[in-house]
């Protein structure tokens, strides 16, 4: 029986969980190959989606390029530039780590587009194939990065997205749990100890599991930012060691959500029910203290 393939979204994640524990470097058909990381917000969803990517150094800017293999269309993180520039990017450091910083998205275009996707053909010759491949001409982004500092309106951007990124969080939360209790309320007859628990409906589980994904992602991607509040605002730096604390036990939390959620949704578990919405209340209240701590202290910081 032949290996199932991974999805491109299992495949993605797969690479990025190699970068990061790597330093920035990955095997396989990437092996060698210069790759950073782009946390885009989803032009439609409003979520942040990380990408790999192939770049390019042209003196302080970083290139990255729109190939999606050479096929016909572009590839969403593009699009996601294309509606907002502002991005995160992840690199590879000289140390063997990696770091994050805040980067503008500028697609370049005509003589400047040509001679820098040349000379990435010339440096890899399977750009040289994506290109003829197919008839749109493949995008070339410059990032530039951002000195926060520097930069009040960005600044207020960030802090404003920041509070629309938490509120969506929270209303979604609190879906979950209505969903929750609406599940509990249509298995109100008591059973026995020991008995198994009322099954969790595919789709309920599946509501649950993408919160847990999407309160992930959202930190994750809050780390590397912290990284970079942290060298432009100093005085944030004992706020910031508490919001990655409470990071990684949130992170635990979420394991364990998700742990329970499997043994609920098997048919076979014995895991009282009740505890999903018991846990849910605890994390709704500890992520509420979390995200009104990280409000009151970054958000006047950015101005916003």
Same mark, same amino acid.
């Given at each position: 029986m032949a290996e199932q393939q991974p999805t491109p979204a299992e495949f993605n994640r797969l690479v990025?969980?190699?970068?990061?524990?790597?330093?920035?470097?990955?095997?396989?058909?990437?092996?060698g190959a210069p790759l950073v990381l782009l946390t885009t917000t989803g032009a439609r969803s409003g979520r942040p989606h990380t990408n790999p990517a192939v770049y390019l150094r042209d003196g302080d800017r970083v290139l990255v390029f729109a190939s999606n293999a050479g096929l016909p269309k572009n590839p969403g993180w593009?699009?996601?530039?294309?509606?907002?520039?502002?991005?995160?990017?992840?690199?590879?450091?000289?140390?063997?780590?990696?770091?994050?910083?805040?980067?503008?998205?500028?697609?370049?275009?005509?003589?400047?587009?040509?001679?820098?996707?040349?000379?990435?053909?010339?440096?890899?010759?399977?750009?040289?194939? $994506?290109? +003829? %491949? =197919?008839?749109?001409?493949?995008?070339?982004?410059? @990032?530039? &990065?951002?000195? !926060?500092?520097?930069?009040?309106?960005?600044?207020?951007?960030?802090?404003?997205?920041?509070?629309?990124v938490h509120d969506r969080l929270r209303r979604e939360l609190a879906s979950v749990r209505r969903d929750v209790d609406a599940f509990l309320a249509g298995h109100a007859?008591? $059973?026995? +100890? %020991? =008995?198994?628990?009322?099954?969790?409906?595919?789709? @309920?589980? &599946?509501?649950? !599991?993408?919160?847990?994904?999407a309160l992930h992602a959202h930190h994750t991607n809050?780390?590397?930012?912290?990284?970079?509040?942290?060298?432009?605002?100093?005085?944030?730096?004992?706020?910031?060691?508490r919001l990655r604390r409470e990071h990684h036990l949130v992170a635990q939390a979420l394991t364990d959500l998700q742990a329970l959620l499997a043994d609920l949704t098997s048919g076979t578990a014995t895991a009282d029910a009740d505890r999903l919405r018991a846990e849910l209340e605890r994390l709704a209240r500890d992520l509420e203290e979390h995200f009104a701590y990280e409000e009151r202290h970054l958000l006047p910081a950015l101005g916003a």
């Amino acid at each position: 029986m032949a290996e199932q393939q991974p999805t491109p979204a299992e495949f993605n994640r797969l690479v990025i969980d190699e970068f990061r524990a790597n330093g920035g470097r990955v095997g396989g058909m990437f092996e060698g190959a210069p790759l950073v990381l782009l946390t885009t917000t989803g032009a439609r969803s409003g979520r942040p989606h990380t990408n790999p990517a192939v770049y390019l150094r042209d003196g302080d800017r970083v290139l990255v390029f729109a190939s999606n293999a050479g096929l016909p269309k572009n590839p969403g993180w593009y699009h996601n530039l294309v509606a907002d520039p502002r991005v995160m990017v992840t690199i590879g450091t000289a140390d063997g780590g990696t770091e994050t910083y805040a980067a503008e998205a500028v697609p370049l275009e005509g003589d400047e587009r040509d001679r820098l996707y040349a000379v990435q053909a010339e440096l890899d010759p399977a750009f040289a194939a $994506y290109q +003829a %491949g =197919t008839t749109r001409v493949i995008p070339v982004i410059a @990032l530039h &990065r951002l000195n !926060l500092a520097a930069d009040p309106a960005r600044n207020r951007a960030i802090g404003e997205h920041l509070r629309t990124v938490h509120d969506r969080l929270r209303r979604e939360l609190a879906s979950v749990r209505r969903d929750v209790d609406a599940f509990l309320a249509g298995h109100a007859e008591p $059973y026995a +100890a %020991g =008995t198994p628990a009322p099954r969790l409906g595919e789709e @309920l589980a &599946r509501h649950c !599991l993408t919160f847990c994904g999407a309160l992930h992602a959202h930190h994750t991607n809050e780390n590397g930012a912290f990284t970079v509040f942290e060298k432009e605002f100093p005085e944030l730096a004992p706020a910031l060691d508490r919001l990655r604390r409470e990071h990684h036990l949130v992170a635990q939390a979420l394991t364990d959500l998700q742990a329970l959620l499997a043994d609920l949704t098997s048919g076979t578990a014995t895991a009282d029910a009740d505890r999903l919405r018991a846990e849910l209340e605890r994390l709704a209240r500890d992520l509420e203290e979390h995200f009104a701590y990280e409000e009151r202290h970054l958000l006047p910081a950015l101005g916003a």
